[in-house]
């Protein structure tokens, strides 16, 4: 109930449902027939809400969020690792019957992941876990093994968010003794799974994918689009994530003090 009710929160306050709610509710004070004051706020909410989707939407802004999202560098593989196994974390679309490949198949967000996860594994030697659903972790063990000859050795395929991604994957870790990962994720969502996952007891290595690289700036960069939006989008809601996590955090430690 709980993954539920936060997916719902998490559709109705980003963009694009957010802003167009709040518009929407501004061009309805602004069409009643209610005193001056209403009306001008109706006009400020319409004005702001549809602004800031516009502005949300241009890459120049998304990069911004992008950069503030991410705050784990990215890996140094010419620095010894010193870690017994790599989790790839779930993320983004799968596709259960690709027809091009006859099953099912990581998309692009997921892909991404999966596929640096795979060159970690391949330049290391280390075992795989993999951490999602059950839809999650049949295409990305598909992925990685029909595309990079990876085969996974352990697989959480219950969890819905990272929290649970963090504790199942634990579980299966400390049955077989295995107390340092490498932890691939994307880049904006590595910091917060870092700390959800060091808060079971395991060393956590962090390894960021997609990370922020300097983007090409000419007049599209500052024109509104899908892409822009949903990085926007991405962005906006691991920075929350994460103000809601120390929220959390410091709730609990409030409670267990004496």
């Keep these: 109930m709980f993954i539920t009710l936060k997916t719902l929160l998490r559709t109705l306050l980003l963009p694009p449902a957010g802003p167009l709610i709040f518009a929407a509710v501004g061009a309805l004070l602004v069409r009643r027939q209610s ?4 009306r001008r706020i109706g006009w400020g909410l319409l004005t702001v ?10 890459p120049a802004v998304a990069d911004r969020l992008e950069r503030a999202a991410e705050r784990c560098p990215a890996l140094d593989l010419t620095q010894p690792l010193q870690a017994q196994a790599i989790v790839i ?24 992941r999966v596929s640096y996860g795979a060159y970690l594994a391949r330049h290391t030697g280390l075992p795989v876990l993999v951490s999602g659903t059950a839809r999650d972790v049949a295409a990305m063990r598909a992925t990685l093994a029909r595309s990079f000859g990876v085969e996974v050795r352990w697989a959480d395929g219950e969890s819905r968010d990272t929290y649970q ?3 199942f994957s634990a579980r299966l870790l400390n049955a077989e003794h295995v107390t340092r990962i490498v932890l691939v994720t994307s880049a904006s969502h590595e910091w917060r799974a870092v700390q959800e996952f060091r808060s ?20 599209q960069f500052y024109l509104p689009g899908s892409v822009g939006l949903q990085r926007s989008t991405e962005a906006l ?3 929350l994530g994460e ?3 120390r ?9 267990q003090a004496p």
Aim: hydrophobic share 50%; aromatic share 8%.
């Design 243 to 245: 103000v809601a996590r």
């Design 35 to 38: 005193a001056l004051a209403a």
């Design 237 to 239: 809601y691991e920075l």
């Design 247 to 255: 929220f959390f955090a410091a709730t609990h430690v409030r409670r």
């Design 165 to 167: 991604n963090a504790q």
């Design 49 to 58: 809400s549809l602004g800031a989707l516009w502005l949300l939407a241009t």
């Design 89 to 112: 974390l779930s993320g983004g679309e799968v596709r259960m019957l690709a027809p091009e490949y006859g099953g099912p198949a990581a998309s692009l967000a997921l892909l991404e």
């Design 200 to 219: 079971t007891g395991l060393e956590v290595v962090p390894a960021p994918a997609g990370g922020w690289s300097a983007p090409h700036r000419d007049a």
